[in-house]
């Protein structure tokens, strides 16, 4: 479960180098593209976003963990 959650963040670093190489629109293209250009307002907005992923997706294996080892138990 632990690698499944790591390889998600990897997922999403490997979705910013094809958009940009493939030239698709997504998230990574903008995001290179507010870089490019300076707008801090777009590039903090995208940061939040993916951060925000990353703890529900967290959240999420931890909770899973619980489920699968009914062992584990958080206080």
Not at 11 to 21: C, D, H, K, R
Not at 35 to 62: A, E, P
């Amino acid at each position: 479960m632990t690698v499944l959650g790591i390889n998600f963040g990897h997922m999403f670093a490997g979705a910013v180098i094809i958009e940009v190489v493939f030239a698709w629109p997504g998230i990574g293209s903008l995001l290179i593209d507010s870089i490019k250009y300076r707008d801090y307002m777009i590039v903090q907005g995208i940061l939040i976003f993916v951060v925000f992923i990353f703890i529900i997706v967290n959240l999420l294996v931890d909770l899973i963990y619980s489920w699968l080892n009914p062992k584990i138990v958080y206080n």
